[in-house]
């Protein structure tokens, strides 16, 4: 029975083209829509360690606030403070190409920020070898200078190996030049984008390298400074006192001011997530559009082809096979296709992965891609096996026979 | 036989299967409202984007050219007040600040006005006051020449644009109320003899490309010289690379739609070949052939294209609107035209090819295929 369905599904080739090239573009549509949606929590999803637990978010710009706040000071001061995280950025002056240029540095502990802006080329800082002397960096693609991967520059003594650029429009953890004023922190504030800065016409801050956490920390990390703000994280066993405690102290002792200055990580992530939610909601609903769509689709071609195959199931009706028979052999025609449309978009997914369109498009393929996909393959499936059932089951091989005359 | 006669017998075969008919309502009416739908939520996506990420939402209008004349306040005024039935559900504050050129006076005339309950109520000052009194409410809609002054300024009148102002109050001079600014309300502001160098708009949610342009069209022609902000679009290649993913996938609802076409009128007219061999034979030529086919199809395609426009537009839409309020915006005669033209061209297309395939056969090829 396996063998006639494979056979009737080579048999029908020609006929089935449009339901294959259907069942790609479902199939695509589906690795796209929950690309789509991992793209959306992609940012968060990459600080997550932060809303783990409970912190305070600070502010390091406001003329309250005064000059920065050294962690040394912080750990002296608070209690049940496990990590103190902040952005740190540095600025150094140096020959690239013949020309004197300054050039902007941040870095973030790849510890703790997991995010990790898409490379236009060459390989992410911290993935790349590192070595002694050397500190790994990615340049934004704006850079006067062309620097080709692998190379190295020197500044202000130090050697810089550019491993890779990124796009100015890339979201980076900790390259914000402004903070919200209105006390509506989110996720969103903890990132920003070289372009921010070129749309405020800032010429010391045209173009970023994000360097190597691991090598800033050993070649240079007396000359980093602290970025716009910082991120407090507590043991997971301090109480709501203690907290309430470490907050006035950072107002009594350190001049930062509450929902001005300093927030609860616990409310930030709170409106974060509102946020997403927000940003979730069309999204999920073209999903839910495509689901809709897919299920039509999926009908439309299931009961057409059952119409069309209707008397060829007479005919093996006639020969001794029975209606049960039938939906297997509609079954395999199914998984014969769906299989082959799954290969096919695979291989249009892994070519747009290999492509420039890569940069352009959400795309990524994770455990919600198996699933959407499963789930689209299992209701083909369950259409393939109802439909002949229900649209079979009380006519007479006979009179099919007879209509199809 | 003529046209009229096999269009009818046509359609006496499409109503006779049952099925089949209510199949194809069912896809077409499916397609025609996912396509409406997914076009509104991805308008309507990258408008909410701008809203939750704080883009967008503040206008600063201003000249561009120190050759030229800068506004006088009662353009600038012509320029605010056709605007605000354009955005009144959306203006939080309007601010311009205006200065005299020929005066040697280093003074900055100054509204700023909340737009709330439909009018423009000048705001108090931040920095506070010291003597006397700051706007209120009810200085919205005043014309009577009030000012609030710095409290370096001596007198109790001010002379501004050749007009004797009173000065209701003196405000502290500090970082936020810097000392060379007098503040005055909309409909008291000097219409004349001043010169406003920028406009600034801000709003509590961000503007639709449609209430965009139409209030640069209106800058264009109340205040020429300035220059009009840009529509913004999502700045971070998160957002950009989601949006255009969705922008795909509704490319992709389209590409589908148009095979679910392909698939079904393959088969309708598959189940018409007996029809079309016998009506041949009788005489029935190619062309009058496709004509027939194409007139029934594309018809009844119309027909539910305007179906599924009527149930996006009477029953889905104002439905969807209380969860995606940027929609309906976006969703006008325009746009339904644009749509459906693209659509009605798309299906030209595959019934072209389809029709096209099916009546080039021969009269033998189509009852041997039966």
Redesign the interface.
């Known amino acids: 029975m396996f063998s006639l369905g494979f056979s009737e599904f080579l048999k029908n080739i020609k006929n089935n083209i ?2 294959l ?2 069942l790609i ?2 199939y ?2 589906a690795i ?2 929950m ?2 949606i991992s ?2 929590y ?2 968060i999803n990459g600080i997550k360690t932060f809303f783990d637990r409970t912190g305070t978010f600070v502010k390091q710009d406001t003329i309250a606030a005064g000059t920065t706040v050294t962690d040394e000071e912080l750990l002296e001061n608070l209690t049940g403070v496990e990590r103190i995280v902040r952005p740190v950025e540095t600025n150094l002056y140096g020959e690239i190409d013949g020309n004197r240029y300054n050039l902007n540095f941040i870095t973030n502990n790849s510890d703790y920020v997991k995010s990790i ?2 490379l236009t080329e060459g390989r992410w800082c911290e993935n790349a070898e590192h070595e002694d002397g050397i500190i790994n960096i990615v340049l934004s693609d704006n850079v006067p200078f062309k620097v080709p991967v692998g190379d190295i520059v020197n500044l202000e003594g130090c050697n810089f190996r550019v491993t890779g650029y990124y ?1 100015i ?3 980076v953890f900790g390259l914000t030049n402004t903070l ?1 004023t209105d006390g509506s922190e989110s996720y ?1 504030s903890m ?1 920003g ?1 070289v ?2 800065f070129l ?1 405020y016409n800032d010429p010391m801050s045209e173009y970023y390298a994000i360097a190597s956490y691991e090598d800033v920390n050993r070649e240079m990390k007396d000359r980093m400074y602290s970025g716009l703000f910082m991120i407090i994280d507590y043991y997971d066993d301090l109480s709501e006192q203690d907290i309430e405690k470490n907050m006035d102290i950072l107002c009594t002792k350190f001049n930062y001011t509450a929902d001005a200055d300093m927030f609860d990580m616990r409310n930030i992530y709170t409106y974060s997530m509102e ?1 997403l939610r ?2 979730f ?3 999920a ?2 999903f839910g ?2 689901f ?2 897919t299920l ?2 999926i ?3 299931a ?2 082809n059952v ?2 195959e209707q008397h060829n199931y007479g005919i093996y009706f006639i020969c001794g096979n029975n209606w049960k028979n039938t939906v297997i052999l509609s079954f395999m025609h199914w998984v014969c296709l769906s299989v082959t449309a799954l290969i096919i978009a695979g291989v249009i997914s892994a070519f747009v992965r290999v492509s420039n369109l890569y940069n ?4 990524s393929f994770g455990w919600m891609n198996i699933l959407s996909l499963t789930v689209i393959t299992v209701l083909i499936l369950i259409f393939a096996v109802l439909l002949p059932f229900v649209m079979l089951r009380k006519m007479q091989p006979v009179n099919i026979l007879r209509n199809n005359e | 036989m003529s046209v009229i006669g096999l269009l009818k017998l046509n359609i006496k075969e499409m109503f006779r299967q049952r ?2 008919l209510g ?1 194809l309502v ?2 077409e009416l ?2 025609v409202i ?1 396509i409406m ?2 076009y509104g ?2 308008n ?2 990258n408008t ?2 701008k809203e ?3 883009t967008s939402m503040y206008y600063e209008i201003g000249r561009i050219d120190d050759e030229l004349q800068d506004p006088q306040p009662a353009e600038v005024k012509a320029f605010i007040s056709s605007a605000i039935p354009i955005v009144s559900s959306k203006l939080e504050r309007v601010f311009f600040g205006a200065f005299n050129r020929k005066s040697d006076e280093d003074l900055s005339y100054t509204c700023i006005s909340d737009y709330r309950n439909g009018k423009l109520i000048p705001v108090s000052l931040a920095g506070g006051i010291g003597e006397g009194r700051g706007f209120e409410d009810t200085d919205a809609d005043t014309t009577e020449k009030i000012a609030v002054v710095p409290e370096t300024y001596e007198s109790d009148e001010i002379n501004i644009a050749g007009q004797q102002f009173r000065c209701i109050g003196k405000y502290k001079v500090n970082m936020y109320s810097p000392a060379n600014c007098v503040y005055i309300p909309y409909y008291a502001f000097p219409e004349n003899n001043l010169e406003v160098l920028v406009v600034t708009m801000r709003f509590t949610k961000p503007l639709t490309l449609n209430e965009h342009n139409k209030l640069a069209q209106l800058a264009a022609k109340y205040v020429p010289q300035y220059e009009f902000p840009e529509f913004d679009g999502i ?8 949006y ?3 922008i ?3 490319i ?2 389209m ?3 148009a ?2 076409y ?3 009128y ?2 309708i007219l ?1 189940k018409r070949r007996r029809i079309l061999a016998v009506s041949r034979i009788c005489g029935c030529t190619g062309t009058r052939a496709s004509m027939v086919y194409f007139i029934e199809l594309y018809g009844l395609s119309v027909i539910l294209l305007v179906i599924g426009l009527l149930i996006f537009h009477c029953a889905i839409l104002p439905a969807a609107s209380g ?2 309020e940027y929609m309906s915006a976006y969703m006008t005669t325009k746009t339904y035209l644009k749509i459906s033209g693209i659509y009605l061209g798309m299906l030209l297309v595959v019934y072209v090819i389809l029709i096209g395939r099916f009546v080039r056969k021969t009269p033998a090829e189509l009852i041997r295929s039966v």
């Open positions: 449009l339901v090239a259907e573009l479902i695509v549509a796209f829509m690309s789509a793209e959306q992609s940012l802006p898409r796009g429009k890339e979201m919200n969103i990132y984008t372009n921010e749309e946020l927000i940003k909601v069309p999204v609903v073209i559009l495509t809709i769509l039509t689709c009908f439309n071609a009961s057409l119409m069309r352009g498009l959400a795309f | 099925f089949l199949l069912f896809i499916t397609s996912l739908f997914s939520v991805i309507h996506f909410k984007t939750v990420e704080g700045d971070n290649e998160n957002d950009n690379r989601v255009r993913s969705i795909g996938v509704a992709v609802f590409a589908i739609s095979i679910n392909c698939i079904m393959k088969h598959a969860t995606f």
